[in-house]
Nanobody
Framework: QVQLVESGGGLVQAGGSLRLSCATS????????MGWFRQAPGKEREFVAQ????????FYADSVKGRFTISRDNANGTVYLSMNNLKPEDTAVYYC?????????????????WGQGTQVTVSS
């Protein structure tokens, strides 16, 4: 069993920054690829970023490339999403996810475990 708990969301002005955290637990969680997805009201859940379980390989959606950075601390299992130069269109509920299939690009189908989500609101 894998448990994921997101935190760090909030209200920021356009151009600002936030760092989301995903606390993980579970015996095998370190062997999972980790991803971030987001969903705005009335929209489908979309891929944001992912990081391979074994190292530094990462992949980003074009919409966030150069602004967002995904990282992980294998010592404590925490996964981060650092978000810079935020835009109003980044407003969404952000979800942390864990999965076993590495694919570039990827979809939510490759992730079997999900957190509860954390709200990010970017004002103009």
């Amino acid at each position: 069993q894998v448990q994921l708990v997101e935190s760090g969301g909030g209200l920021v002005q356009a151009g600002g920054s936030l760092r989301l955290s995903c606390a993980t637990s579970g015996r095998t969680v370190r062997s999972y690829n980790m991803g971030w997805f987001r969903q705005a009201p009335g929209k489908e859940r979309e891929f944001v970023a992912q990081i391979h379980w074994a190292g530094s390989s990462t992949f980003y959606a074009d919409s966030v490339k150069g602004r967002f950075t995904i990282s992980r601390d294998n010592a404590n299992g925490t996964v981060y999403l650092s978000m810079n130069n935020l835009k109003p269109e980044d407003t969404a509920v952000y979800y942390c996810a864990a999965g076993r299939t590495w694919s570039k690009p990827t979809t939510a189908e490759n992730y079997g475990y999900w957190g509860q989500g954390t709200q990010v609101t970017v004002s103009s």
